[in-house]
């Protein structure tokens, strides 16, 4: 299928054009003509999959049709509700994209900076309103947002938002809003809470559902580094140093333990830089652009603050520390790898966290470079007594003349002879 099979106005498929693009990827092929036809959705994708353009162009399409080049005093037709605050500025970039030959006019909201700027522009009318939930209902309770004359409500990435505690603030936002609105629900995992608040909200909804979880680490090269817990900092350093490592995206638990990973490495020379929960919206949008601008070199990262970073071509992911939830580690890293781009996820696993990379392999079912030869082994219970090793590769130098370290694999379900959980 090519996006011009999918009947969109010509201003839209001039911008689509633009970047580049003459294929949908399989969300947007499944999604789009479903969202034409005004029907309810409910979409199962994560990060990278191409899901923002894949409401943000038919959404443009239909309200393009409606407003045209009227200029009118303009009224809030689309919203699109998103936990993060980076998430928020990268879908009112997706609208600005493919949405930049009409007449159609976005802005986005969030807290954390003054709301003089975000009030202004809704005082001079919008057609499509990105927010973030918090400023949302601040901003409507102090009356600069009505939301009576909405046709379409997205409500991005489900499963963080009832993560991070926003499903009361959820509903109280879907309640403001028209019975008759289109809804669209788009959420990283389906559980359990996800299903009950759609079957709340949307009527009758199509469902679409693309790249299972697990199968994202297939298109990634992992390695895994077995490492007494207190050298994880000098095994970093090790590997930033001797491989030469740049545009790195660190993954660490917690925001304390991401900020003295930061320490760490400044202390050795390193640029690296932080983005966390404590950061200010500010002080976020500095560091990721100079991460993007190649300024900084590391970039360390808690879960919730990574889950609104979209960088392309981002050839290295570290998690430093093993989430203790398996689907984290497939989003983690499906960060790298991404538009059929080679990349390279490298794990930290100390003791303490073995069974969370059972449970990894459990899911993802493909085998694991295991990185034997490294400075900073487990002092005691060798992996080799716990992991059966495969055939050795021929060439485990994989990345192109990057890795010289010995490996074997370490294995998933993939072969159940060689389970070993």
Not at 12 to 29: D, F, L, N, R, S
Not at 229 to 246: A, C
Not at 299 to 321: C, M, S, W
Request: hydrophobic letters at 35%.
């Amino acid at each position: 299928m090519l996006f011009e099979d999918l009947s969109l106005s010509k201003s839209i498929q001039k911008a689509v054009e633009e970047e580049g693009y003459t294929h949908p990827t399989p969300i947007q092929q499944q999604a789009i003509p479903f969202v034409l036809d005004g029907r309810d959705l409910v979409g199962c994708a994560q990060t990278g999959t191409g899901k923002t353009a894949a409401f943000a162009i038919p959404i443009i399409h239909n309200l393009h049709r409606i407003v045209g080049s009227s200029n009118k005093t303009k009224k809030i037709r689309t919203l699109v509700v998103t936990p993060t605050r980076e998430l928020a500025i990268q879908i009112g970039e997706s609208f600005d994209t493919y949405g930049k030959y009409t007449n159609l006019r976005q802005i986005t909201i969030f807290g954390g900076v003054s709301q003089v700027p975000q009030v202004d522009q809704l005082r001079r009318g919008v057609d499509i309103l990105i927010a973030t939930p918090g400023r949302l209902l601040d901003l409507h309770k102090q009356g600069f947002i009505d939301l009576d004359h909405l046709h379409t409500l997205v409500l991005d990435e489900a499963d963080q938002m009832l993560d991070m505690g926003f499903v009361n603030d959820v509903k109280k936002i879907v309640k403001l809003t028209p019975d008759n609105r289109q809804t669209l629900l788009f959420s990283a995992t389906m559980p359990i809470a996800i299903r009950e608040l759609a079957e709340m909200f949307l009527k009758n909804p199509a469902s679409v559902t693309v790249t299972p979880v697990s199968s994202t680490a297939e298109k990634v090269e992992q390695r895994i580094y077995f490492v007494e817990k207190g050298e994880k900092r000098n095994l970093l350093y090790h590997l930033i140093r001797n491989e030469k490592l740049s545009d790195v995206l660190v993954f660490s638990r917690t925001k304390h333990g991401a900020d003295n990973i930061v320490r760490a490495l400044r202390k050795k020379g390193v640029p690296a830089e932080a983005i966390h929960g404590d950061k200010s919206q500010n002080a976020r949008q500095r560091v990721l652009d100079a991460f993007k601008a190649k300024e900084v070199g590391v970039l360390v990262a808690t879960d919730i603050a990574a889950r609104g970073i979209d960088i392309e071509q981002l050839p290295y992911v570290i998690n430093f520390d093993l989430p203790n939830v398996p689907e984290t580690y497939v989003h983690r890293i499906g960060r790298t790898g991404r538009a059929q781009q080679s990349g390279i996820a490298i794990s930290f696993c100390g003791k303490d966290e073995h069974p969370y990379w059972k449970d990894i392999l459990k899911l993802i079912k493909v085998d694991v470079s295991v990185i034997e030869d490294h400075p900073y082994p487990w002092h005691e219970g060798s992996p080799s007594e716990i992991v059966v090793p495969a055939a050795p590769e021929k060439n485990s130098n994989r990345s192109g003349g990057h890795h010289k370290n010995k490996s074997r694999k370490s294995q998933g379900s993939k072969n159940n002879k060689k389970r070993w959980y």
